[in-house]
């Protein structure tokens, strides 16, 4: 007797291998067609969060258009957008990815108005002392 395989034996083998790679195919088209966010807008409140705090224990020194300066105990921050990122500096810590337009203003709150992607958010971030 002869050794080797029997038709059934490879028609059997060459059924699962193309099951298997069938489901194989599928699954790569279905990863690409997920989309993935760049962004929500978690992040955003938690900034929002964050700097409330900051700014609580903080004096604001000038709040203008594109930026928001203020002191704590041993520094001077400035908030701004740099390349698309919103960063407080000195250094360069990074507070938010993702960001096409941030500006700040005031009236008896601090108002930060972030626009990314065609989503705007308009976020109260803190009071703003008035000197009387």
């Known amino acids: 007797m002869t050794k080797g395989f029997t038709v059934i034996e490879m028609c059997l083998s060459l059924m699962i ?45 000038e709040v203008n258009s594109n930026s928001l300066v203020y002191k704590n105990d041993t520094n001077t921050f400035t908030i701004s957008l740099k390349k698309g990122t919103l960063v407080k500096e000195p250094g360069y810590v990074v507070l938010l990815y993702n960001v096409d337009d941030v500006s700040f203003d005031y009236y008896d709150l601090i108002i930060m108005d972030i626009t990314r992607g065609e989503e705007e958010y308009e976020l109260s971030i803190g009071l703003y002392p008035y000197s009387y």
């Open 17 to 61: 291998s193309s099951i298997i790679l069938f489901l194989l195919i599928i699954g790569i088209q279905s990863v690409n067609k997920i989309e993935i966010e760049p962004a929500s807008y978690c992040d955003i409140v938690i900034l929002s969060k964050q700097l409330s705090v900051e700014l609580m224990e903080s004096e604001i020194l």
